[in-house]
């Protein structure tokens, strides 16, 4: 064989076109290879006469005399690829059949037939470059307008907050009052104290109303099985203290007709029918799964921060009365907390009713879509808690994520729907019925230190046999849509989502300066 | 692949598991919590198996059995007579052959059977040819036969009936010494006669009948066992005078020096799907080769009991309970008892047929059991380069991003594998629509980076009257069928399934033909077969198998399973050779095997795990392999359950890389695995390991190519090489490869060193990574880092490797070769090469076969194979001289005749010479001269 090599160094020389040097090095190294003059190993390492460079054999340790053949176990190869992008290869890959370089540079002596494909490839490149970019430019105005968007949010918020706090320390002034005006009660004026219990009863028709849409939304939600934000009437039947006739077979023509004649009610309807059923219902009905707790704070309370404030939240009422002053027992039973733990955590019966403002229907509702169940009920005091924890929560530098809080994005495949939403949680749910499986909840961004925003993990799923917990890693890319793109299992039970959103979007460079680097 | 039920039913409901009920996740959890190890109440200990519990009832005493001397017939061939039992006047067939190459066979079956009992076809690969027998002597008390030359000869004693080996004075050999000959013959269940060994009885009367329990009808835990042919045991035992060390009968989770068996279970061969096997006992496995291997300084010797049956084997031995000092003892007070070991081997059904190999040579012994069944199927040279699997790769993009990996992260392989998860429904021979959409499309993707695929076939068959390969196998009645005549049906992947019955040649014709390319759809010449659950694994049968009573034609599967797997690895080898029209080898793996497997294609050790010990057994679990005649064998790398921390892996793809069958693999639960997972450190580690594989090759290929042509093993124990050696002969921790390579794998967690041993006496051995030299005959500690493990070449050797390693063995055809001339004065060595994937080296001679030789200061080539011929671009890049002194000038004289200087470097610290760039095609003569 000695022919072959020889004609490798042969050909190693002269190559048309390009400017002359040893096959397989670029431009940039071009002057340590000077024709007919010793060569140095570029570590050092050894000096040979000239022509024992790509002749085939390894003189150099660190392989840089043998830039064009595969003698050498750790050099690389230079392909200039004109049209395209120059790159390397390692060495192992010239001569073994298979084309890597797309000007064919790298098979000059393997009989393997290659084509030149760069300019076809630059010509792809370039054009998915410019739909990048045009992807980046849009995504970046819209990115803009989420920024916009998130910090317009966040001022709401946090003043949202501030009234809170206002309004938790006027209704601390208000029991201070109260307690004066109890003082003054005490004293035998029979119209102080008449102007007082009418008074204090208004506040307990309020407190009662309170609570009783309360007790609808936590009813329409344990109601709400599949969560799919209607209660159906097979939903229905599991609560058998529902049946109108009582007779131990609830039936669905029976939950039919207790839904008012249908077959499933949505939030509103449900309000209608809240009151003939609410006597009868019995929460503990359904074995619950229940979260953690500090997912649940950020699943329960969603107010959308662009949401116009809603009636309910409008006619707020006055409700500064501290009810400690009269005794629980006073509340009529049908309004107790289900907790009996509650009775021992007076703190938060009593913040409940002082803050006093449950979320309306509509809005839990939509938080609680697909959730968990709360472990404690809803209750105002989540307005606040709820939005210190969102305002705390990492939505990148330019609160660019902020719009995807409490917002949810499906992906249906052949087998399953896979839901992401972000912040909270990932779950899939199998197409064709069966229930949904947690695929993590809302851990941290774990991209890499440059861009930690690229990448979030949601962990501590459901378990997995003989595995660890589901967890889910959700890759970000520029798009203009918010969309799941795809989502593998890459290993049993760590999921992997694409996910495109405007929010990663970066200021597309411009387009000329992307080609500028191909060489001549 | 791991395999189940519990893990059947999680893999069934692993996503959909919250449907469930509470109450069942907790059974689910009961049920998963226990199976961190194996669960040995579902597998039989002999005591369980009634005939085990039977016949080893029976105790050593005088043999109930006596010659029929007046019934001998001698002819040319074979000699005759009967044997009667004294209790019961049973007459059994004795036939006793000279075969050529040393060996022996002995035959009993019953004279008059009430119907035919099962002898085992297809694994001898012909009728054994035969020598011809002479009578020595013959009185009243039995006869001499001459056994040809060397002195040999058998004394056949009458009474009672037993067998001596002899050469010269020397014993060899005793069969039925201790009386343990035993044979339960057919009857009818009401008209028994029973064997009674132990009660002699007056001549002429006949045992009353005496029905045991479990002769007609076992049940082993919710599985009745019907016998309707009754008890049909046999068994028989063998004295080893002079033994201590007796081997092989694979496979178990064992030591190479099998243990004695007194106080515990026999040694099982019983083909099993075992969930989890445990180590160092004597359970069976997947495989069964009943051949046991016996050796001492002298001699080595062989016993092949061709039985198909589950099978039991006890082993004893006089000295087994003595200490050193107890040894000590015996000798200084003179007590001279000889060690002696004891086997005995019980069948369940079936009849004796028994090939004792006479040695005396370990190679000769293998050469005798390669004459009878067969060499090592050659395998394509990329089925010994690196495999990449794991249940599962979930689709044809992730096989497209692993494949990328190993090219990004500069990492050679040439197989990725596809497991069950790949089917349709795990209907084999078909994928998985949405997943493995285009087939031919990712194989077209593996082909043009010259790589290749292996998808799991395995042996049973979705009922679905949708799938063509279940209507076919059923209509033309090719399914196993169940005791009532019905096509037998069990649990396995894909739910209710059936099992064909291999059994019939016509079964196998129409399977292999299922490979064709146009009925195998999606299927390419890159794409190859894992024969899975083939033991067979039946998730509702007792001990996770097929009922014995099940139907294979005339046989129950009772005779016949042992050797289930080896017809389905033998069918689908078959039709993979029949797709390419008989011109491309094939490459199948599979998990059961039989006696003659090798002839086949490669065996691995199941499903263990990411365990240092299990990673310490593979050493002996392979080494038995290859000493009965399975050289292709090879154990999950990582570990297949749990998952190894990167220590463990780094060292076990270090140990894999020299061992015959280097395959990752990893449980469908495990964390992802693949070699760039692990941090740029571990990467490194394991692309070092792999690349070392890699530019090892032409010697591995070379070793295989030997392993076909003779039937001697690729891994080999010390011993074999070394057989006065008694240093070696329990030595598991280490192995051969060939003559030259000595491994000794790091096996223990932290390890700092090693302590090898380098046997031979005056021999020397190179470090084949600081080329220094130590002496033989010696242990050695050897500090170990995590960059390797400790290989050393035997000083008088010479090894080919291609240091330019590259993405795919096939990438690597054409390079130029290194030679490694280990010196101690002389060095030999061979090289081989053909086109790496067809028959031609075989039908057309196609192939360089070159000795390679140094003696006198000239290294030269000549040809060992001067009819074949091949055109070839490899030619000799360099030559490292390892134990050399320094010439003054260096000559290449080649076949033209022309003489040219060569350039060279000396490397004095380590004593070795580089011959640069002499430039030879492989296929010359030539030979350089130092001066």
């Keep these: 064989m000695a022919s072959s090599y020889l004609l490798v160094m042969f050909l190693g020389a002269v190559t048309a076109v390009e400017v002359l040097r040893p096959r397989g090095v670029p431009l940039s190294k071009r002057q340590f290879y000077e024709e007919n003059r010793p060569f140095t190993c570029l570590d050092g390492s050894g000096t040979i006469a000239f022509d024992r460079v790509n002749d085939d054999y390894c003189d150099c340790k660190d392989g840089s005399d043998e830039p064009g053949t595969a003698a050498c176990p750790n050099g690389s190869f230079h392909c200039t690829n004109a049209g395209f992008r120059p790159g390397f290869i390692p060495s192992s890959r010239i001569n073994d059949g298979i084309c890597d370089c797309c000007d064919t540079t790298d098979e000059y002596n393997s009989g393997a037939t290659c084509q030149n494909t ?30 916009h968007e998130a910090k317009r949010g966040l001022d709401e918020k946090q003043s949202k907050v501030t009234e ?22 005490e004293k035998p004026e029979k119209e102080a104290k008449d102007r007082h219990l009418k008074a204090w009863e208004e506040q307990q028709a309020v407190i009662r109303a309170e609570k009783d849409n309360t007790k609808m939304a936590e009813a329409f939600l344990r109601l709400d099985v599949d969560a799919d934000g209607l209660v159906s009437a097979v939903e229905l039947q599991a609560h058998t203290e529902l049946d109108p006739d009582a007779d131990g077979m609830f039936t669905e023509e029976e939950a039919q007709g207790v839904l008012g004649g249908v077959e499933t009610v949505d939030t509103a309807a449900f309000e209608t029918i809240w009151s003939s059923i609410k006597e009868k219902y019995l929460s503990e009905v359904t074995v619950w799964v229940f979260g953690p707790s500090e997912h649940w704070f950020i699943a329960t309370d969603v107010p959308a921060p662009v949401d116009p404030p809603t009636p309910e939240e409008t006619t707020e009422p006055a409700s500064d009365h501290d009810s400690e002053q009269y005794p629980d027992e006073e509340v009529p039973e049908e309004y107790e907390d289900e907790d009996p733990d509650d009775e021992d955590d007076e703190d938060q019966d009593e913040e409940d009713d002082k803050v006093g403002r449950p979320p309306p229907l509509s809005l839990l509702f939509s938080s609680f879509f697909f959730n968990p169940l709360p472990k404690v009920k809803p209750s105002g005091l989540y307005s606040q808690w709820g939005l210190e924890k969102e305002i705390s929560l990492d939505f990148g530098p330019s609160f660019e994520f902020a719009y995807l809080y409490g917002q949810c994005y499906d992906l249906t495949t052949s087998e399953y729907i896979y839901r992401l939403c972000p912040f909270n949680r990932v779950s899939q749910k199998p197409k064709f019925g069966g229930s949904e499986t947690n695929l993590g909840s809302w851990g941290s961004w774990s991209g890499s230190e440059e861009n930690v925003y690229s990448q979030k993990k949601y962990d501590h799923g459901t378990g997995c046999w003989q595995g660890p917990n589901r967890s889910t890693t959700v890759k970000l890319t520029c798009g203009k849509e918010t969309v799941v793109m795809s989502v593998s299992e890459p290993s049993r039970c760590e999921y992997l989502m694409e996910f495109t959103t405007p929010a990663v979007c970066q200021e597309p460079p411009s387009l000329d300066a992307n080609h500028d680097h191909t060489e001549l | 692949t791991q395999r189940k039920l519990h893990t059947y039913n999680q893999t069934r409901r692993r996503r959909t598991e919250l449907q469930m009920a509470p109450v069942v996740m907790l059974w689910l959890a009961l049920c998963l919590s226990g199976t961190l190890a194996v669960d040995r109440g579902n597998f039989k200990t002999c005591d369980q198996s009634a005939f085990c519990k039977r016949q080893r009832a029976l105790q050593p005493g005088q043999s109930p059995y006596r010659a029929l001397l007046d019934t001998m017939e001698l002819t040319h061939t074979k000699l005759t007579l009967q044997l009667i039992n004294d209790n019961n006047k049973v007459r059994l067939l004795l036939e006793l052959y000279r075969l050529q190459g040393n060996m022996t066979r002995v035959k009993i079956n019953e004279l008059k059977p009430l119907k035919p009992r099962y002898e085992v076809p297809d694994v001898l690969v012909q009728q054994p040819l035969t020598e011809p027998l002479s009578l020595l002597s013959q009185d009243e008390n039995g006869v001499v036969l001459s056994l040809g030359g060397e002195a040999q000869r058998v004394i056949l004693s009458a009474r009672p009936f037993r067998l001596d080996i002899m050469e010269g004075h020397e014993l060899l050999m005793s069969l039925n010494s201790r009386g343990l ?17 132990s009660q002699p009885k007056a001549d002429d009367k006949v045992e009353e009948e005496k029905d045991e329990e479990g002769m007609w009808e076992e049940t082993f835990k ?10 049909s045991a046999v068994s028989l035992d063998f004295s080893l005078p002079g033994v201590e060390h007796v081997y092989g009968i694979p496979e178990h989770a064992e030591t190479l020096k099998l243990k004695t068996t007194d106080g515990g279970d026999p040694y099982r061969l019983y083909n099993l799907d075992v969930f989890q096997y445990e180590l160092f006992n004597p359970m069976a496995l997947y495989g069964a080769v009943p051949v046991m291997l016996a050796h001492n300084a002298q001699r080595t010797t062989g016993i092949f009991w061709l039985n198909a049956a589950e099978t039991w084997v006890d082993i004893s031995s006089n000295t087994a309970g003595k200490t050193v000092f107890g040894k000590m003892l015996d000798y200084v007070q003179g007590s001279n008892e000889t060690p002696q070991t004891d086997v005995r081997w019980i069948s369940e059904s079936g009849i004796i047929d028994v090939f004792i190999m006479l040695g005396p040579t370990p190679y000769d012994v293998f050469s005798q059991y390669a004459s009878l069944t067969g060499t090592q199927a050659f395998p394509p040279l990329a089925g010994l380069a690196y495999h990449q699997c794991r249940w599962n790769y979930n689709d044809q993009e992730d096989v497209q991003a692993v494949d990328a990996g190993f090219d990004q992260h500069d990492i050679p392989y040439d197989f990725i594998w596809l497991d069950i998860e790949h089917t349709d429904g795990k209907r084999y021979f078909t994928w998985d629509p949405h997943k493995f959409a285009t087939p031919k499309d990712m194989l077209q993707g593996l082909l043009e980076k010259k790589r290749k695929m292996v998808a799991i076939v395995d042996p049973h068959i979705k009922i679905d009257s949708e799938y063509k390969i279940h209507t076919e196998i059923r209509s033309q009645g090719f399914y196993i069928k169940n005791k009532d005549g019905g096509d037998y049906e069990g649990w396995c992947w894909p739910g209710n399934a059936g099992y064909p019955d291999f059994t019939k040649p016509e079964m196998r014709a129409w399977w292999a033909s299922m490979f064709a390319y146009d009925q195998y759809e999606g299927s390419m010449e890159n794409l190859y077969t894992w024969n899975d659950m083939n033991e067979p694994s039946v998730f509702n049968g007792p001990e996770v198998t097929m009922h014995k009573d099940a ?26 050779i029949q797709r390419s029209g008989g011109v491309e080898r094939p490459f199948v793996l599979t998990r059961a095997f039989f006696a003659g497997s090798q002839r086949y294609g490669a065996v691995w050790t199941g499903d263990n795990a990411a365990e240092w010990d299990h990673l310490k057994i593979s050493i002996p679990m392979c080494l038995s392999l290859s000493l009965v005649g399975i050289s292709l064998c090879g154990a999950d790398v990582g570990g297949f359950f749990k998952t190894p921390n990167s220590e463990l892996l780094v060292r076990w793809y270090q140990t894999g890389a020299y061992q015959p069958f280097f395959r990752a693999h990893a449980h469908l639960d495990t964390p992802r695995r693949e070699p760039w997972l692990f941090g740029p450190d571990n990467t490194a580690l394991i692309r070092e390991a792999v690349r070392q594989r890699y530019a090892l090759l032409p010697y591995w290929y070379q070793l295989f190519y030997h392993a076909h042509r003779t039937g001697h093993p690729v891994m080999r124990p010390l011993w074999v090489e070394y057989p006065q050696d008694a240093a070696t002969f329990a030595m598991d921790d280490q192995f051969l490869l060939g003559r030259d390579l000595l491994v000794h794998p790091v096996t223990e967690e932290g390890a700092r060193g090693v302590t090898a041993y380098l046997p031979g006496k005056g021999e020397v051995w190179f470090d084949v990574h600081t080329f220094q030299k130590h002496n033989g005959a010696q242990d050695l500690y050897i500090p170990v880092t995590m960059s390797s493990i400790p290989v050393f070449q035997r000083g008088g050797s010479i090894i080919p490797r291609k240091l330019r390693v590259r993405r795919s063995s096939a990438c690597m055809e054409h390079d130029p070769y290194t030679l490694f001339v280990a010196l101690s004065q002389r060095a030999e060595g061979e090289l081989y090469l053909d086109d790496g994937h067809t028959f031609n080296f075989d039908t057309k001679g196609e192939f360089i076969h070159r000795k390679l030789s140094f003696s006198n200061n000239i290294l030269s080539s000549s040809n060992l194979a001067p009819a074949a011929h091949l055109s070839t671009m490899s030619w000799i890049e360099r030559i490292l001289i390892l134990g050399a002194s320094k010439p003054s000038k260096v000559t290449l004289k080649t076949a033209g005749g022309q003489d040219s200087q060569l350039e060279f470097e000396f490397d004095a610290s380590m004593s070795v010479l580089t011959i640069r760039k002499p430039g030879m095609n492989v296929g010359e003569d030539w030979s350089v001269v130092l001066k």
């Design chain 2, 222 to 231: 919710s599985h009745t066992d019907t016998k309707p042919n009754g008890p």
């Design chain 2, 551 to 576: 139907v294979h034609g005339p046989w129950e599967h009772r005779d016949v399973h042992n050797l289930y797997g080896f017809y389905v690895q033998a069918a689908t080898a078959e039709g993979l």
């Design chain 1, 118 to 147: 760069c300019r076809e490839l630059g010509r792809k490149e370039k054009e998915s470059l410019q739909m990048l970019a045009e992807v980046a430019k849009e995504g970046f105005l819209l990115k803009q307008q989420l920024i």
């Design chain 1, 164 to 185: 809170l706090q206002l309004s938790k320390r006027a209704s601390e002034d208000a029991v201070e009052a109260l307690r004066l005006v109890k003082e003054a009660a």
């Design chain 2, 181 to 197: 000959l035993a044979f339960e013959h057919l009857r009818t269940l009401f008209s028994l006669f029973v064997i009674l060994p």
